[in-house]
DNA sequence: TAAAAATTCGGAAACGATTGCACAGGAAAA
DNA sequence: TTTTCCTGTGCAATCGTTTCCGAATTTTTA
């Protein structure tokens, strides 16, 4: 590794290395010549400090952590972008796990965080309503965790989420006043907060509205794209087809988009479509797709943020319930015309 | 941070903290009977060893370090995704940095990571022709570096890059055989051995072909989004307008595709399109998207696996030139019928 | 001018894990 | 019985930094 280390500068400048650790954090005990000594010499040879030395003494890494179920998707990814941009204006580094949805793989990254790679976490759940027994450890070790979106719903906390049921309300609404008469939900999970919300909001459009609403219309969907496809294009197939659609993920919605061009029902003639999602090109399906869009960027910032206001200030108790709701930003396209 | 340590272990089981360690890390040397009293205890209280103690003792982190210049893009996001399952399954962890296509901020990471927070990294660079001073000091230091897409041209190494000039070649003879009398080529950079492979490429389909091509036709666009829009849009204005593009990156096929719907030019009818991207949703768009897809995933986990091989095997020379090609996939689709 | 205080620096002990070496105790060989 | 060897364990050094505690020198104060 780095053969550069702070007593290889000592004895080149024939001072102690508590004198250079000193002059490179800046302390007031060193005189500003030797302070201009040592950084000259420091800067000529790029010496760097071992960050696992100084994370060893100081007990702390400057690191921070981000588990998101899915990285590939546009809206964990520009979480993280937003994270990542808020840690490195503070000097603090991002790492950024995968749990691939999965509770056990989850569980496996946070023992892994145990052992001090970071000095707080910033988590989407895969699972909410599993125990957060795992959380809890963190909790213990007295490293604080923060979460977004699939926010832990047995252990108290910052959480920030958005105005799901809001949206979703907001989306089906818009899908009935065209003039929908039966517009099917397409979710992954009721059990989550997320899917609960959206699920709720769908369902309070219609009332609102007066409208009647088939159990039926309420479709939980996995998370095998193909298998989602194929349901559909059963769905559409038949005569009973819904005449609106509103997708409670990216991936939903793109494989009712799939599935309807595969039938070759006409968006939005026969079919009106709505979607959440954070694709950066909407407006170039065909047709152009109605979104409601997470504030993803945001979201990873204001977490950061917060993470890292609680990190400095003691006074900020940063396990205590709070919730922060960033609105997300409905934008009706041709596809529900 | 953690307070459970291999001290507080040992003095748990009146054991010495060596013999504690080697139980855990499984030496012949102790016996299978207290090898079970210590990981039975470690399980139970959920000792992680400290990352950081380890790191500093053994000098090795077992983590890698991949710096792409954009996170966001598909492309490089697969490519993270691609080498964080490799690093995964081996034990290692990936950490991603993002140098937002900026020199300086490249450099700023590479010398953070002299500090010895990564035992390798990938790298796609920022820009190619720089000076590489910043990664001879990997070098120095032990750390090895290999390369991806955008590659050191000033420095040797394992490098791993797609066949652009062929890709990009049968591209554009798609595009002239489809009848297309002027295709511009739009390039970000022809000083990256990447743009200039495609440029090369999209040349040498005119000269086979037999085709004339005005070089004004090859075009160099920023960064700037909506300023590379509206370029085209000014040039789709004109009835000198082309009748068919090659895009040598996803913003930039994205761009033509919003400058012709602006001017309502018909794709392919009056303008036939072609774009290397990665983007999932290509048949999604109006009208589908012909494609040259760069193996993204596949590199990834190429990378990990040559570079993790590198580092068990002394034998192995991670600094000696060596050119890995991979395959990219063209897709014709109904945007250069 | 002597004492007190401030300034500037060095020595050494941490942080938590690994590892070379020493050393018991028992088994095997002589 | 004595010697040799092996097995299982403990001691202590080490990785590179920070930081507590003094100590030496200079400056200020009485």
New binding site residues.
């Given amino acids: 590794?780095?053969e550069i280390?702070?007593?290889y500068l000592a004895q080149k400048l024939?001072?102690?290395?508590?004198?250079v650790?000193?002059a490179?954090?800046d302390s007031h005990?060193?005189?500003e010549?030797?302070k201009r000594k040592v950084t000259e010499l420091a800067k000529a040879l790029n010496f760097q400090?071992?960050a696992y030395?100084?994370g060893?003494?100081?007990?702390k890494t400057k690191t921070i952590g981000i588990i998101v179920p899915d990285r590939v998707n546009p809206f964990f990814n520009l979480v993280i972008e937003g994270a990542e941009s808020i840690c490195r204006a503070n000097g603090y580094s991002l790492i950024a796990y995968n749990s691939y949805e999965d509770v056990e793989q989850e569980k496996k990254i946070v023992y892994g965080l145990l052992g001090g790679k970071v000095d707080a976490v910033i988590m989407s759940l895969a699972d909410e309503e599993k125990e957060a027994q795992h959380l809890e450890w963190l909790r213990e070790r007295n490293i604080p965790v923060i979460f977004f979106d699939r926010v832990a719903q047995h252990l108290e906390g910052f959480k920030f989420t958005t105005n799901d049921q809001e949206s979703s309300y907001l989306g089906t609404k818009h899908l009935l006043e065209k003039g929908c008469k039966k517009v099917i939900y397409l979710g992954l999970s009721h059990t989550s907060s997320v899917g609960a919300a959206r699920r709720e909001g769908f369902i309070q459009a219609h009332q609102e509205l007066g409208k009647a609403l088939d159990p039926a219309c309420l479709m939980e969907m996995g998370h095998n794209d193909k298998e989602n496809q194929e349901i559909l294009e059963k769905m559409f197939f038949k005569l009973t087809r819904p005449d609106g659609v509103l997708a409670a993920a990216e991936k939903l919605g793109l494989a009712a988009y799939r599935a309807l061009i595969k039938t070759r029902i006409k968006v939005p003639d026969q079919v009106r479509v709505v979607s959440f999602t954070n694709m950066q090109m909407a407006d170039l399906l065909n047709p152009p797709l109605s979104t409601i869009a997470q504030p993803a960027f945001d979201m990873g910032s204001a977490c950061a943020l917060e993470l890292i206001k609680g990190l400095k200030d003691k006074k900020v108790d940063l396990s205590e319930e709070k919730r922060i709701i960033i609105p997300s930003v409905f934008t009706p396209r041709e596809s529900s015309r």
């Fill in positions: 590794m780095s280390t702070i007593k024939n001072l102690a290395t508590s004198t650790s000193r490179l954090n005990e060193i005189s010549t030797t400090p071992n030395a100084k060893l003494r100081q007990q």
